[in-house]
C-alpha cells in the first residue's frame, strides 16, 4: 500500500518536473534567480560591478555574454570548494537554475507576459528592511587620484555615545564601491576622555610611500582593538545569530584601511560603516583571531616565509585551540602570489574537520565565509593552514616581473606576501552546533 503511494507521488512529480521542463523559459521564469544572484554587485548606484544587471533589458543587452559567464562559472563569483567545505552565503547557481538561465538566453530572452513585480535584491537577508542603527562615516569625500595608480588610505572615524551598544550586523557602507578594492577595519575603545579623538590627520594617504611617522599617529587607535573585520566585492552583512555578538564601547574610534583599484577619472569616495544594533546585550560575545602573517604563530610558519622566485612553493603553520570553540566564520587572506589555500582543524582524537579548501586563489575574489552551521572545534585541536604560492613569470597577477624574492614586510601592502586565516568564533557551548547561521 505505502509502495503504490509512493509510486503514485513519484509518478506526480516526474510529471510536474517535465510540465516545468518544457515550458518555454521567459524572463519572469528566471527574473528572481538573476535578480538575487547577480543584482547584488551588479547595481545602477554604488555597485561594485562596472555595469547594472537589474532590469529586463539589463539582461537582454548582455544576454550572450550572461551566458558565457554562467557557462563557465566565472559569475556569480564563488572561488571555495564546496565539497570541501560549503558555506551560508555560497552564491553559485545550482545546475537547474544554470539550464534555466542558458535555455531562456538560447529561446531568444523573451520578456514574458505576466510581469513579475520588480524584485530588489536583497543585499543583507537576514537583515532585509531594517534601517541600520548607527552609520560611522568620513565626514568629507576623499578624491580618488584618476591616475592609474592602486594606493591604500588609512581614515579614522571617531564616535561617542551615552551607552554601550551589542552589534548585531556589521556593513561596509561607501557611496561609491566600484573604486574600492577591499577594505580591513577596526573598533578601538578610548574610554580615556583626555585623549582628543580628532586629533591628528582625519586620513593618511599611503600611496605613494610609506610614512612612518603619519603612520604612528594611528597607533593608539590600533593596537588593542576590540573588534575588526573586512569588506570585498560581493560581501554583505556581517551577521551574528541569537544570543552571539559583539560591544560596541560608548568612546572610541573606527581605522578604515581602505585599498583604492586604479582609476583613469577622478572619483569621490566616502567609506563608513553601518551598524545593527540588538535589543539585548549578548549573552555569547563573539571574538576575531587572526592566525599567520600579521598574526598569531607569524614566526611558526614552515618554512620561514620567504617566498623565493621562478618557483612553486607552499608554507604551512599549525596552531594549537586552547579552549572548545563554535565557529562563525572564517575568513583566509593572501596576496597575488597565492594560488591555493587550504585549512582544517585535526582534534586530539585524530579526527579531521574541513574548514576551507580555496583551489584556485584570486586575489580579486575574497570573503569571509559564513559557517552553515556553527562548527565545534574542540580543545586541543590543531588548526591547519597550508598556502600555496605561484612566483613565477606564469601567475598573471605577479607584481613583478621578473619574478622576486618577497616576504612579509608586515606593512601588508599587496606585493608582500601574507599567509593569514582569520576566525570568527565564540566559546562553545552546548548544542551549538544546531545554531544555524543561514
Ligand atoms: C560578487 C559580486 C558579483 C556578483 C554576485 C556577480 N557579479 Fe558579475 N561581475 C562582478 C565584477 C566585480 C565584475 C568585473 C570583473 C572583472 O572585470 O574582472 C563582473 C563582471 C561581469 C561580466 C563581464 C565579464 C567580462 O568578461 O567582462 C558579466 C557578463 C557579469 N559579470 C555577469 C554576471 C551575472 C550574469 C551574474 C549573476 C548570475 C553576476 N555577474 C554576478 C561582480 C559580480
Same mark, same amino acid.
Given at each position: 500500500m505505502k509502495s503504490t503511494l509512493l509510486y503514485l507521488l513519484g509518478l506526480i512529480l516526474l510529471a510536474t518536473l517535465t510540465v516545468q521542463q518544457t515550458h518555454a523559459q521567459t524572463y519572469q521564469d528566471v527574473k528572481q534567480i538573476l535578480i538575487s544572484k547577480c543584482?547584488?554587485? &551588479?547595481?545602477?548606484? @554604488?555597485?561594485?560591478?562596472? #555595469? /547594472?544587471?537589474?532590469?529586463y533589458q539589463d539582461f537582454k543587452k548582455r544576454s550572450k555574454m550572461v551566458k558565457e559567464v554562467i557557462q563557465t562559472s566565472f559569475m556569480p563569483p564563488w572561488m571555495p570548494n564546496p565539497h570541501y567545505q560549503d558555506f551560508a552565503n555560497n552564491r553559485q547557481l545550482s545546475s537547474t537554475e544554470k539550464e534555466m538561465i542558458i535555455k531562456w538566453i538560447d529561446s531568444g530572452a523573451p520578456e514574458g507576459k505576466n510581469k513579475v513585480k520588480r524584485q530588489v535584491a536583497a543585499s543583507a537577508p537576514l537583515l532585509t528592511d531594517r534601517k541600520p542603527d548607527l552609520t560611522l562615516k568620513i565626514d568629507k569625500p576623499f578624491i580618488v587620484k584618476g591616475n592609474n595608480k592602486e594606493r591604500f588610505v588609512l581614515f579614522r572615524v571617531p564616535f561617542e555615545m551615552l551607552e554601550e551598544n551589542t552589534i548585531e550586523g556589521v556593513e561596509f557602507y561607501s557611496n *561609491?564601491?566600484?573604486?574600492? &578594492?577591499h577594505v580591513n577595519y577596526m573598533f578601538t575603545s578610548? $574610554? @580615556?576622555?583626555?585623549? @582628543?579623538?580628532?586629533?591628528? @590627520? /582625519?586620513?593618511?594617504? !599611503?600611496?605613494?610611500?610609506?610614512d612612518l611617522k603619519k603612520l604612528m599617529q594611528y597607533e593608539p587607535y590600533q593596537t588593542n582593538p576590540i573588534f575588526y573585520t573586512g569588506w570585498v566585492p560581493g560581501a554583505s552583512v556581517e551577521y551574528y545569530p541569537q544570543d552571539f555578538g559583539w560591544t560596541l564601547p560608548k568612546r572610541g574610534v573606527v581605522v578604515f584601511t581602505v585599498h583604492y583599484s586604479a582609476t583613469a577619472t577622478d572619483e569621490q569616495s566616502v567609506v563608513g560603516v553601518n551598524l545593527y544594533f540588538k535589543k539585548k546585550p549578548a549573552k555569547r560575545q563573539v571574538r576575531i583571531i587572526s592566525l599567520g602573517s600579521g598574526g598569531i604563530g607569524e614566526r611558526d610558519?614552515? $618554512?620561514? #616565509?620567504v617566498i623565493p622566485p621562478n618557483q612553486v612553493s607552499t608554507f604551512s603553520l599549525k596552531i594549537r585551540t586552547p579552549e572548545d570553540q563554535s565557529l562563525l566564520y572564517v575568513w583566509p587572506h593572501m596576496h597575488y602570489l597565492g594560488k591555493d589555500f587550504l585549512a582544517f582543524a585535526v582534534t586530539a582524537q585524530n579526527d579531521t574537520i574541513p574548514l576551507i579548501h580555496i /583551489? !584556485?586563489? *584570486? #586575489?580579486e575574489w575574497q570573503e569571509m565565509y559564513r559557517m552553515k552551521k556553527l562548527v565545534k572545534i574542540p580543545a586541543g585541536s590543531t588548526i591547519n593552514i597550508v598556502g600555496t604560492y605561484? !612566483?613565477?613569470?606564469? !601567475? /598573471?597577477? *605577479?607584481?613583478n616581473s621578473p619574478p622576486k624574492q618577497v616576504y612579509s614586510?608586515?606593512?601588508?601592502?599587496?606585493k608582500d606576501e601574507m599567509l593569514t586565516f582569520l576566525l570568527i568564533y565564540a566559546p562553545y557551548q552546548e548544542g551549538d552546533e544546531n545554531v544555524s547561521l543561514e
Open positions: 543584482a547584488v554587485c &551588479h547595481k545602477s548606484t @554604488d555597485g561594485e560591478a562596472p #555595469f /547594472p544587471l537589474e532590469t *561609491n564601491k566600484k573604486v574600492v &578594492h578610548i $574610554p @580615556d576622555i583626555s585623549m @582628543d579623538l580628532k586629533a591628528g @590627520d /582625519p586620513y593618511i594617504d !599611503n600611496a605613494e610611500e610609506t610558519i614552515y $618554512p620561514r #616565509f /583551489p !584556485n586563489w *584570486n #586575489f605561484d !612566483n613565477t613569470a606564469n !601567475n /598573471p597577477q *605577479n607584481p614586510t608586515g606593512n601588508m601592502t599587496a
